[in-house]
T-cell receptor
Framework: SQTIHQWPATLVQPVGSPLSLECTVEGTSNPNLYWYRQAAGRGLQLLFYSVGIGQISSEVPQNLSASRPQDRQFILSSKKLLLSDSGFYLC???????????FGQGTRLTVV | KQEVTQIPAALSVPEGENLVLNCSFTDSAIYNLQWFRQDPGKGLTSLLLIQSSQREQTSGRLNASLDKSSGRSTLYIAASQPGDSATYLCAVNNQAGTALIFGKGTTLSVSS
């Protein structure tokens, strides 16, 4: 069966520090991968998606970037965190576009 | 631009009651609609996926319906239990998009 792992579960980082969140999927090949952010009082917002290795699409301009160095690995990064980057970050995968999506357990990021 | 709305934002019911959560979307050109459950501080768990050609899907005590032409979906929970307490999220896959568009959710509290 397929599983998705995200880490760390929680993270407290100072303003201006770098960020690296990792997501891996097991049990499937060539999945579509997604990063979402959930901010308090707001719905989930799609940040990045990837349909293959090295292929990244950004949905919103921001202080963050994403990379997909391996088929089942998706990384969310920042060179310098802002207070506004605080939130709950969720990784998700699907077999292909417009199919059922499965989410990881999320990372709670607090920028102080 | 697709917008997804969930009403009510919060709901409290006694154990054993049957209840309905509502979801509406502005653009009927969707591939599918997915209902999720989110426990506090956790990731999303997929509950039901309804394809645009389907009218309803059932899983245990859950039944989700879809009326694409009117832009509405309902999630029916039968014989509610305290363990059903969570936030329920509705999301659609647009024909013109690449990933899910979410509503802000309905937070359900079931008291024993």
């Amino acid at each position: 069966s397929q599983t998705i792992h995200q880490w760390p579960a929680t993270l407290v980082q100072p303003v201006g520090s770098p960020l690296s969140l990792e997501c891996t999927v097991e049990g499937t090949s060539n999945p579509n991968l997604y990063w979402y952010r959930q901010a308090a009082g707001r719905g989930l917002q799609l940040l990045f998606y990837s349909v293959g290795i090295g292929q990244i699409s950004s949905e919103v301009p921001q202080n963050l970037s994403a990379s997909r160095p391996q088929d089942r690995q998706f990384i969310l990064s920042s060179k310098k965190l802002l207070l506004s980057d605080s939130g709950f970050y969720l990784c998700a995968w699907s077999v292909k576009e417009n199919t059922e999506a499965f989410f990881g357990q999320g990372t709670r990021l607090t920028v102080v | 631009k697709q917008e997804v709305t969930q009403i009510p934002a919060a709901l409290s019911v006694p154990e054993g009651e049957n209840l309905v959560l509502n979801c509406s979307f502005t653009d009927s050109a969707i591939y599918n609609l997915q209902w999720f459950r989110q426990d506090p501080g956790k990731g999303l768990t997929s509950l039901l996926l309804i394809q645009s050609s389907q009218r309803e899907q059932t899983s245990g005590r859950l039944n989700a319906s879809l009326d694409k032409s009117s832009g509405r979906s309902t999630l029916y929970i039968a014989a509610s239990q305290p363990g059903d307490s969570a936030t329920y999220l509705c999301a659609v896959n647009n024909q013109a998009g690449t990933a899910l568009i979410f509503g802000k959710g309905t937070t359900l509290s079931v008291s024993s």
